[in-house]
C-alpha cells in the first residue's frame, strides 16, 4: 500500500513501504461504475427500489465520463 510522508516532521519519517503523494482524485471511474452497480443490484434484491435506482444513474454516469475520457485520451 501507499506510505504517507509526515508532514510538519523530519524529512526522513514515513509510514509504510514505500512513499507517494497523497491523492484524492485517482481517476478511477470505471472501478466506482462497478462498486455502484453491485451497490444497485444489492440494493434492488433488498427491495430498496430508490437506492437502486439512485447507484444505476450514478453507475451509468461514471461510465459516461470513463469513455468519454478514454476516448480524449486515445485521440491525445
Do not use: D
Not at 509526515?6 to 482524485?25: D, E, K, M, R
Not at 453507475?59 to 465520463?65: G, R
Amino acid at each position: 500500500m501507499y506510505g504517507l510522508t509526515a508532514v510538519g516532521g523530519s524529512i526522513g519519517t514515513t509510514v509504510g513501504a514505500a512513499t507517494a503523494p497523497l491523492q484524492f482524485f485517482t481517476g478511477n471511474f470505471i472501478t466506482l461504475a462497478i462498486g455502484f452497480f453491485v451497490l444497485a443490484i444489492v440494493a434492488a434484491l433488498l427491495g430498496a427500489r430508490g437506492v437502486a435506482g439512485l447507484s444505476m444513474e450514478i453507475a451509468k454516469w461514471l461510465v459516461l465520463i470513463f469513455l468519454v475520457l478514454a476516448v480524449v485520451s486515445l485521440v491525445l
